[in-house]
Structure formats: structure tokens, C-alpha cells
């Protein structure tokens, strides 16, 4: 994958700040930007990328992936991608639609018959998070390393779904994110395809964007995987005894970091995947293709529609939420939680993208990406300007 340098046009000058008419002043660049998280102790590493559909426009990575050791930051890193999993999730759906295997607008219980909510609740209002279904705290939901051979995720789930058996809501009147729905999308994928769930994101997914195993992946991988790390100092990490077992997920402080083992999301659908910087560049461009392996473009257009629900609009599509960056319309997906922070971004209308991630604890969408990418996009942007840079 080539990597081009960044040209300042003059109209991007003006707006890093870097020149004016009537007085200079300076601006931090946006690596500078980056390195100080690192340097200020927000973060013990950060990555980040800015991307089109055939290279890499701007990449910049600075820290350590573990602080005992001082090992810096690789692109080889791999981290919890923990939500943007559900972006993963939902495409597959897409997949099996397109394929005449799966109708939107039909209950889910027609492909689920043990579905435990009320069966009007449709396949479409599951991947909108408009169906009404709970979703409690779901950082109790993990287990580790040594456990993960053993773990009966279905058995786990059947248990949660009977806790929390009532909806919120009815079905396609209000909004609320939900884990619990999106683990039901992937026992679907499943009965549907016949395959177990990581083995059809891996075979139609991942091989086909161009990434391998390592790069977009359910398995930790010892040799290369970020250390992840919470603040010590914080009072979210006092919070994190009540919520989690600390002494058994937890290892003993590095400096100002408390580290977290190797462990797993008990759910693959809506959490479960690893990845590198480069997978998920991957994964993005291939869905940023006009000829795009994943996906046809009449399909591409009903996975990014922004929902509705009770006559408003959502900010969310099909597991990508939506906005807009100094008039340049995305989709993106925060995936957060104990030790690791994720934000993919694509922006359709100009064939670009961005994804940054931190080896530190993210627990709230913290759109990251729209400070990154401001450094980057003006006003008015095309991809042909976006190219020249």
C-alpha cells in the first residue's frame, strides 16, 4: 500500500491556521495534534490514518504498544475493535439479502425460531437498533484468555435475554443502541448461512476486502497485541471495581496506566473482532469501491440510509451512525470499552476515510475523528482536491 505525503494548498493553509492576510500565527500540525495525547498522558499510543480507495494519503502512529517494556506502536499492533464489529455484522446481513437469503422488512423470528422478543420485530429494525430491546452495561460481558476455549456463548446470551426480556419501546417508534440485538443478527447469520459467525465474516468479508486473519480477526494474537491500559489515576477507575473483577481482568499499575489482560467480548456479533490499522484500512476501502467486493451499490445505498424512527431521523444507518464534517457527509463507528478506544470513518460522496486508535479505555462515542479530520477537509471538498493533497 502507497503512502503519499501531504501537499498544503494554500485554501488548506488558511485553514490549519499556518498563514493569514493580516497576521501569521501558528497551529499545531496534525501529527502534532496526535503526539501530544502520548506526550500529555491521555494515551499510552496512538494511531492514526486518512485513506482513499487506492492508498494511504496520511499515516502517523507514535507511543508504546506496551509501558513495562517500552515497545513502541506497530502497524502490525492489533487491537480490540470491540462496536465496530457491528459494522461487520450488518454487512453480512446485507450480503445475505442481497442473496435472496434474508428479507429486511420479514420478523427476525422467521429466521430465529427461538427468538425471545415479540415476533413483529423485523431483521431491518434489529440492525437500526429500533426494535426496543434493552441494553444493559456490557463490560461485565467478557471473560479471559484461558476461559475462552470453554465459553458457551449461547448459553450466555439465553440467560441475559431471559434478565432482560421486556422492550423499551415498541418496535420502529424510538431509537436505543443495543448489544442484545445485535448478538441475536449474528445467531441469524448463522442459521441462515450455516456457517458459524467468525467463519463467514472471515471468508466474505475479510478475505475479500484483501485483509488476512491478523489483520481483521476473533482470536487474540500474543505476539502482537497492544497491551491495553486505564488511567490509574481516575475516578472511572474506581468505577471499574464495581463494575468489573479487577484483580482477574486486571494486571498491576505501569506507571499512570493499570493494564488489562488478554480477553475476550462474549459476544462475537456485537464486540468479538481484533484488528490492526491496516485491516481496517482494508475493510474500508473495499467498501469505498464503486466495484466493491462486498457489497453492490444499490445494497450500499440501504446499508448508509440514515433510519427513521417515530418521524425523526436517527443518526444512525445500518450500524453506521451518520453525520456531517464542514459539509462532508459520513458514516462511522466508535468500538470502545476496558483498555482500547476505535473510530472508523468513510466519507461516500468523496471516496475517502479515516480510522484513529488509542490502547487506552474508551467507554463513550468521543467522535475523535472529527478533530483529526478537520486538519484535513475544507469546505466544499471533492475527491478531486482530496487527491491532489
Known sequence: MKTNKIILLPALVALLGLASSSNTRSMKTLNDFLKDQVISGQTPSVQYAFFDVDSTIHTFRYGVKNVAKAE??????????????????????????????VDLSRPASDYLPSFPYPKEITVGQLLQHTAGIPNPIPLRWAHTEAEHAGFDERGRFEALFREHNQLEFKPGTAFKY??????????????????????????????????????????????????????????????????????KFMGKREDGWKPFEPFYNDGKAYGGMF???????????????????????????????????????????????????????????AGGGGGYYVELRIYPDLGVGSVILYNRSGMTDERMLNKTDSYYLTHGDSPETIATR
Open 72 to 101: 513502541p506502536i506497530e502497524a502490525s499492533s492489533q487491537y480490540h475493535l470491540f462496536s465496530v464489529t457491528k459494522t461487520f455484522t450488518a454487512l453480512a446481513v446485507l450480503q445475505l439479502a442481497e442473496a435472496g437469503k
Open 178 to 247: 443495543s448489544n442484545l440485538g445485535y448478538v441475536l443478527l449474528g445467531q441469524l447469520i448463522e442459521e441462515v448461512s450455516g456457517q458459524r459467525f467468525e467463519e463467514y465474516i472471515s471468508e466474505h468479508i475479510v478475505r475479500k476486502s484483501g485483509a488476512d486473519n491478523h489483520q481483521l480477526g476473533f482470536t487474540i494474537d500474543s505476539n502482537h497485541q497492544a497491551t491495553g491500559y486505564h488511567k490509574y489515576w481516575s475516578f472511572s477507575n474506581l468505577l471499574l471495581g464495581v463494575l468489573i473483577d479487577k484483580e
Open 275 to 333: 484488528g490492526t490499522i491496516d485491516g481496517l484500512i482494508h475493510y474500508a476501502q473495499a467498501l469505498l469501491r464503486t466495484d466493491s467486493p462486498l457489497l453492490k451499490e444499490s445494497s450500499k445505498v440501504v446499508l448508509f440510509a440514515e433510519g427513521i424512527a417515530g418521524n425523526k431521523p436517527t443518526g444512525m444507518s445500518m450500524s453506521w451512525f451518520t453525520g456531517e464534517l464542514k459539509g462532508n457527509r459520513y458514516v462511522a463507528h
